[in-house]
């Protein structure tokens, strides 16, 4: 059984782990992420790949989780634009110097993918994991497979706008992908501290509760999955996961909510976990 490497690759750190086939942490990495032209960065990246695998003393499957995704016809890497990769043939240039195949994921699919198989999704059929940081990602996992999607963009909700919107929030804050509104704008962890500034924590956290309820029960309207896996910063708001449950019968198109709302079981780990996930064990 082959020992298999997860890299969480962000904007700031790259995350190197290696894990036995029983999914045993060998060995953790943490460097900065390269912020050289493309081929000192993809040089550099493909080092620390390798002497990853020379202290594991094994050649390792590869996954890798990153912002964006590879676009499924093009092979460049879009949305990703903080890092030095963006726009390029990530997957395929990677591929020549390591002489094998790759697997890249969005991280946020990684994510999910890492929870549905033995995180707080394990045993569901359809797990959806929503990440709350910085932004707001989501990633789609059925019968422990990602749904990547047609563009690879499956499971990007924090990218529509958030529903049933007052007249107070109409027409919302400008995103970062140019459009007005977006959920990421309402969700996300700076989102959660404009508002606690705004109103102090109790009303902060009863606007917000009832926001992410609405960006929920969009999520259960289209997919229906049997639970929504919490991760990023805002998911360590206990509160949330009695409020928000609470609130989702307001706005779901069924007469009983019976999804459940629960944290990340393996917290800031799944994306190196997800990623060495992409292949079986
Ligand atoms: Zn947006």
Redesign the pocket.
Known sequence: MALRLGVDLGGTKIEIAVFDPDLRELLRRRVPTPRAGYDAALEEFAGLILEAENEAGAQCTVGIGMPGTIHPRSGRVINAYNTPFNGRRLKHDLEAMLKREIRVANDANCFALSEAIDGAGAGSAVVFGAILGTGVGGGIVVEGKVLHGHHGIAGEW??TPLPWMTREEHPGPT?????RG????WCSGPALRREKDARGEENALAVYADRLARAFSLVINFLDPEVIVVGGGVSREQRLYASVPELLPRYVYSPAVETQIVPAKHGDASGVRGAAMLWPG
Do not use: A, L, P, S
């Not at 995103?175 to 459009?179: I, L, P, S, T, W």
């Open positions: 924090g990218h995103c970062n992908c140019g459009r977006c959920i990421e704008q």
